[in-house]
């Protein structure tokens, strides 16, 4: 088992000084799957095209950097065929959320074991700046096809909990890339859940975010911890809401806060295991 | 007493021609005929017109006559809508309900009878089509014996036994008619004989192949084969997904291949479309996977539930970079269920996407046939894996002597790699420089290069010392043999019919050295054909092509004309 003590290749990251990318990695090498114990010859990554997306080859087990958002219909196919694998999709927030965003709802239908990791920069980096579905802001010239004056209900910002919740996929968390351990045990409860999990990485892009975008997340974010209550103001202390992994209810009431507003951090919901 | 005879159904929806056809076909297969059943339909899901044509041989296989010996019309409206397709000639027997329509002459032994009369009598207005079979069975001489015999054989004929009263109203009809002798020989072998569409015939080639996984969005004409799969795989444990698009269709086949499960998707064209990125991918991570594309009229929807072979070009060239993979077309139902497993044997033995074009004739013609090519044994080539348990510096795309590299699979203890869609080392590292990306385009082309040995995969008919040939592909190959044989040119004109294309064996190009005056024949607008064999061979200078557009199958009477011109 000695391929276990290290779950590293020896090559080193195209990302930036700085990126979350890196906290991803230790979350995936250093905490989630020495913690489960998994030999690395039974996981199988599949990412797609991105920055993140070149994670597999960092990491010493079986992996795939395929093409721009079909890392979680080729990674269904592994896991169809092979059920005795860990199988792990991950990708951008421009893989799951705009290429490959048609993908998602049959994935979560479906309820295929795997556990997708969506890492969201808010950006396109690999590309170098373009916005992306979840960017916050709009590029100048998007203005009068989503413009609030008109639709004030509408916000360019796709939410991937939100979406994820409203599909009802059996499993949803989101952690950040800057809190390596909380996101490496994210990442081993998606994988013990019998089911499909899907967790969302929040993640600065030190190099194409508006400045203190990420410091403004980071700021903000609160945990969500099963029994307590929850960090949100509408959460009063004589009526607290206490968080329950198990009530799709609260989860949906928890996806409906802006992401800006309040990061929230933990187990959003957790179907029961299948 | 007539070796072959042809015959013809039309109605309105309701009518049952499709069933009565079905059931002509079964009746006489179970007796040991031959016979070929090409489907007509409208792009209607319930109602509208129907129309069948049916061969029926004692002696082998033969396409259905241009013009009908029989025809068998429920309505005549509907009769105008597939008139090309069914024929009548002076000799034709017409048997009709219904008064004639303008626009139909009806030839001298026609006879008008009331089946809905007929069939309310027996007890129920909806089983016109089974009298009209009864009737049909007595026209045909087929023995009361064997009837009941067949009867008991299959499950669909088995409901005929709730009809019986309707099948002998229609025997009683024919006797009150006066029609001249059409008895069809007796089988001369009298084993039965399986009814199988293209499409079904594929499915079942693939499970004989090995493949444990499908993965298919439905489209027209191809949904028959995704049906068919689906009960073989789960009576094997096997994975069977109707993905939400063919993106996701071409992409999880490539994720069960990776994981070492042999893998199939099929489609038609709009979904070969969505299929391309993932054949490029497949190419390029050299991961074994199969693709069968019934082709249907196109471009974009074209005419989803007619043939045509124009997806050529793209099979052969779709895709951006330089993406080799393997294309092959079967132009029989034998040729559906071999190349089916030989292009398991090539994808898997070559890492290397395989593209079988098959078509809406092929893919949806009810045929009988003799079942002895299932019955074959067939040699089954699995992937090369890498020798003994390899130590850590396993290297997945290791240039090797015939450039295929021992392909572990996820799961594999001590044979771990990174696959990517990226330019890549030898150990799966991506790599952006010229030497590798030269050397990588070499070893992905190269590997390829033995397929064009393979002669087999080529068929050549007729004498081969000939200086006039033809050169076809797929369905429109049938046609062309049985011209030219209604030609008696068949000993004149030697025929090529490549079933591997794309590497193209050097066969092809011997055939052609040997050829003054070449004939190209293919359904499509473009001869996309003529144009690839011309991009690889000098072709002789008096080559002519005969292409037209899809939505009508080659008749031996249209194609006799360039095909009597050639051989002048």
Known sequence: ?274 | MRDSITVGSVGAGGDGVVVMGSLLQKLAAAQGYFSQMPRYYGAQIRGGGSAIKISLDAAHLSLTKDVLDILVCFSWEKYLEFKPELSLGADTIVIYEGDPVDGVSLPKSSFQIDFSRISQETGSARNKNIVALGLLNRLLSFPKAGIMRAVESDAELKLLKSNIAALEAGERAFKELSLPDLSLSPARDKSPKIVLQGNEIMARAAIRAGCRAYFGYPITPAAEIMQEIQGHLSAKKGVYIQAEDEIAAAAMTIGASLVGTKSLTGTSGPGLDLMTECIGLASSAEIPMVVIDVQRGGASTGIPSKSEQSDLNHAIYGGHGDAPRVVMAPYDLEGCYRLVIEGFNIAEGFQVPVLLLSDQWLGQTSTAVSDEFMKKNYQIIERKKPAGQASGDYLRYQMTDDFISPMSVAGDEGAIYQATGLTHKENGRPAFDFKTQQSLHEKRWEKLIPLQQRDELVKVFGNEASTKGIITWGSSALVVLDALKSLGLQDEVKVCVPELIYPLPEMVGRFIKATKRLLVVEMNYSGQLHSYLRSQLQLPRNTKLYARAGGRPFSREELAKPIAKMAR
């Not at chain 1, 927030?93 to 994935?107: E, M, N, R, T, Y």
Request: charged share 15%.
């Open chain 1, 1 to 274: 088992m000695m391929e276990n003590a290290d779950y590293r290749t020896g090559l080193k990251p195209v990302w930036c000084a700085g990126c979350g990318d890196y906290g991803l990695l230790t979350a995936f090498t250093k905490r989630a799957f020495p913690n489960l114990g998994i030999p690395n010859h039974k996981i199988f990554i599949v990412s797609g095209i991105g920055c993140s997306s070149r994670l597999p080859a960092y990491i010493n087990t079986y992996g795939f950097n395929s093409i721009h958002g079909r890392a979680v219909v080729i990674a269904q196919g592994a896991k169809l065929a092979k059920p005795e694998l860990t199988v792990v999709a991950m990708g951008g927030d421009g893989d799951f959320f705009s290429i490959g965003a048609g993908h998602l709802p049959h994935v979560v239908r479906r309820n295929v074991d795997i556990t997708c990791v969506m890492v969201n920069n808010f950006v396109y980096g690999l590309t170098k700046g373009q916005i992306s579905p979840t960017t916050p802001n709009m590029m100048y010239g998007e203005g009068p096809f989503l413009s609030s004056e008109f639709y004030p209900p509408i916000t360019p910002m796709l939410d991937m909990v939100s979406y994820s919740v409203s599909t009802k996929a059996s499993f949803i968390a989101q952690g950040i890339a800057t809190d390596v351990s909380h996101l490496g045990w994210l990442i081993e409860e998606g994988i013990k859940h019998k089911g499909f999990s899907f967790i969302s990485v929040l993640t600065p892009c030190v190099t194409f975010n508006p400045p203190g975008l990420f410091d403004k997340i980071k700021e903000n974010a609160g945990y969500l911890k099963a029994g307590e209550p929850v960090p949100l103001p509408a959460s009063l202390p004589e009526k607290p809401w206490i968080h329950d992994p198990g009530d799709i209810g609260l989860a949906l009431k928890l996806a409906q806060v802006p992401l800006l507003k309040k990061p929230l951090l933990g187990i959003f919901f957790q179907g029961k295991s299948t």
